[in-house]
C-alpha cells in the first residue's frame, strides 16, 4: 500500500487556495500561519473567491432583471452576509433567525425571499414587519396561515408557490427535492387550484411562482424539465386571469468536489432565457438563490493529526476535527479533498481519516493516499457550504472558529467556542 506521493491535485478552491514552495495558501496568507495562529479545527475562507463566485453569476446576468438571493443556510456567518449584501445580494432565508441575520447586517428586506416547509406564525411576523419581497409558500395550510397573519398586521404578503415540478429522478439521481415523494413544495398538478385559492384570500398578494429541484446539479436538463413544466402553469394562470411577476428557480448549481464539472451560471442562465424567449415570457423577472456554489469552495477546513494508528485492516489517522465539525462526510456520504497545508516527501500510505467523536460514522475521508506525520494539518476542501453551520457540540465539542482571508490581511470572524459557552443555560436540579 506504499508509493510514491502523487502531486497533490489543483486545488478546488483554486486560484484562491494555492501552492507556494510547497506550502498551501489562503490568498496571500499560508494556512500554516492560521493553524499555528488560532489552532485548529478551523474554517478558512477566502473573500476574493466569495467575490469571484458572485462575479460568475454577475457576469452571467449582464443586463437582464436577474435577482440573485444568496442561499444562505449554506454558510451564515455574518462576515459572509455582510460580504454578499455588499456585493448587492438578496437572501433566500429559511427561519426567523436567518431573518435576523440578514437584517443584522444591513441586507435590503426588498431582496429577501423567505422559503421552507414550517414557517411559523411569529417567523411570518418579522417577515411582514421587515416587508420581505416574497414568502415561497409551500402547502394550502401555510397560505391560510400566512393570509391570517398579514390580515392581522393590516398587510399583504406577496407570495409564490413553491410547485415540486416532479422532474424525473431517473435521468437525474441527484435531484432530492422535486420528486412526488419529497416533503417540499406543492405538486404541479395541484398548484392551479392552489393559485386560485390564494388569489381569494384577504392578505394574499400573488407574485410569483418558484421551485427548488435539488442541490449539487451539475447538468441544465434539469432545471429546463423543470422550467417547461413551470412555464405551462404560468400561461394556464395567466389564462385564468392570474398573472405572475417572477420566476424562481431556486438553487442548485453544483461545484466541483472532485472531479465534477459543474455547472456554470452563464449557461443556466441562458438556456432559461432561451427558453423564455421562445416562449414569448421574457417578461418575467428571474430570481435565483444558489447556496452552494457561492460559498463551497471559498473555504477549507484545516484539522491537526493528533495520531496514526495502523491497525490490521486500515490506518487510520485521527485528527482533531471530528463529525460535529464538517458532517457532510458521514451524513452524505459525501466526497472532500484533503491537501497537505506542507507538502512532505516521502511515501504514502493509505488512510481513513477519522475524528476523536465515539461514533464508527465519525470519518471525514476515507481511503486516501497520504504522506502524513502526527501534528500535520491537513486541509479539507470545499468547506464553505454545509460546514460550519451544520456543525454541532456532540460529544461535549466546542465549535471551531472561522476566520476570512483578505490578501495578505486575515480576521477573525467567529471566535473559537469555549466549554463555558457549551455549559450556559443548562442548570441542575435544586
Ligand atoms: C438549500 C436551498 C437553496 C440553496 O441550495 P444550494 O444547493 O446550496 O444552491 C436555495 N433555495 C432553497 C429553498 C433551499 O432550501
Redesign the pocket.
Same mark, same amino acid.
Given at each position: 500500500m506504499t508509493a510514491t506521493q502523487p502531486l497533490p491535485p489543483q486545488p478546488a478552491g483554486h486560484p484562491h487556495f494555492h501552492y507556494r514552495d510547497g506550502a498551501l495558501y489562503a490568498e496571500g496568507v499560508p494556512l500554516q500561519t492560521l493553524a499555528d495562529r488560532l489552532g485548529t479545527p478551523l474554517y478558512v475562507y477566502s473573500r476574493g473567491a466569495l467575490a469571484a463566485a458572485w462575479s460568475s453569476y454577475r457576469d452571467a446576468i449582464g443586463g437582464r432583471d436577474v435577482l440573485v438571493?444568496y442561499?444562505m443556510?449554506?454558510n451564515s456567518n455574518l462576515a459572509v452576509l455582510k460580504e454578499f449584501a455588499r456585493l448587492g445580494a438578496g437572501f433566500?432565508i429559511?427561519s426567523g433567525g436567518e431573518l435576523h441575520r440578514v437584517l443584522s447586517v444591513g441586507g435590503d428586506p426588498a431582496k429577501i425571499v423567505f422559503?421552507?416547509v414550517g414557517k411559523q406564525a411569529w417567523e411570518m411576523r418579522k417577515a411582514l414587519e421587515a416587508d420581505v419581497k416574497c414568502f415561497?409558500v409551500e402547502s394550502e395550510a401555510e397560505l391560510h396561515l400566512l393570509s391570517d397573519v398579514a390580515t392581522s398586521l393590516g398587510k399583504k404578503a406577496r407570495v409564490s408557490l =413553491?410547485v415540486n415540478p416532479d422532474v424525473d429522478a431517473g435521468a437525474h439521481p441527484y435531484i432530492s427535492?422535486g420528486l412526488k415523494e419529497n416533503k417540499?413544495g406543492i405538486a404541479i398538478v395541484d398548484a392551479p387550484k392552489v393559485y386560485r385559492i390564494a388569489a381569494a384570500l384577504p392578505g394574499i398578494t400573488i407574485a410569483g411562482v418558484?421551485c427548488?429541484i435539488?442541490?449539487?446539479?451539475t447538468e441544465v436538463s434539469p432545471y429546463l424539465d423543470a422550467l417547461d413544466k413551470l412555464l405551462d402553469l404560468i400561461d394556464g394562470l395567466r389564462a385564468a386571469g392570474i398573472e405572475i411577476e417572477h420566476l424562481d428557480l431556486? %438553487? %442548485?448549481?453544483?461545484i466541483r468536489y472532485t472531479d465534477e464539472t459543474p455547472l456554470a451560471p452563464a449557461t443556466l442562465i441562458d438556456q432559461v432565457y432561451a427558453k423564455l424567449q421562445a416562449r414569448k415570457l421574457d417578461h418575467l423577472k428571474l430570481i435565483l438563490?444558489?447556496? =452552494?456554489?457561492?460559498v463551497?469552495n471559498a473555504g477549507v477546513m484545516l484539522t491537526t493529526v493528533q495520531f496514526l494508528k495502523h491497525a490490521e485492516a486500515r490506518n487510520f489517522a485521527i485528527v482533531d476535527a471530528a463529525m460535529n465539525d464538517l458532517i457532510r462526510p458521514t451524513l452524505y456520504d459525501a466526497w472532500h479533498g484533503l491537501l497537505p497545508v506542507q507538502r512532505r516527501d516521502g511515501p504514502t500510505l493509505e488512510y481513513d481519516v477519522v475524528g476523536p467523536v465515539c461514533e464508527s460514522g465519525d470519518w471525514l475521508a476515507k481511503q486516501r493516499m497520504l504522506a502524513v506525520e502526527r501534528g500535520d494539518v491537513l486541509a479539507i476542501e470545499s468547506a464553505g457550504?454545509?460546514g460550519m453551520v451544520m456543525a454541532s457540540n456532540y460529544n461535549t465539542r466546542a465549535r471551531a472558529a472561522e476566520v476570512m482571508v483578505d490578501g495578505e490581511q486575515f480576521h477573525v470572524i467567529r471566535q473559537r467556542e469555549t466549554v463555558e459557552d457549551l455549559l450556559r443555560g443548562e442548570s441542575t436540579l435544586p
Open positions: 438571493c442561499g443556510k449554506a433566500d429559511v422559503s421552507g415561497n =413553491r427535492t417540499f418558484d427548488h435539488g442541490s449539487q446539479i431556486g %438553487g %442548485g448549481l453544483g438563490e444558489p447556496g =452552494r456554489s457561492l463551497g457550504a454545509y
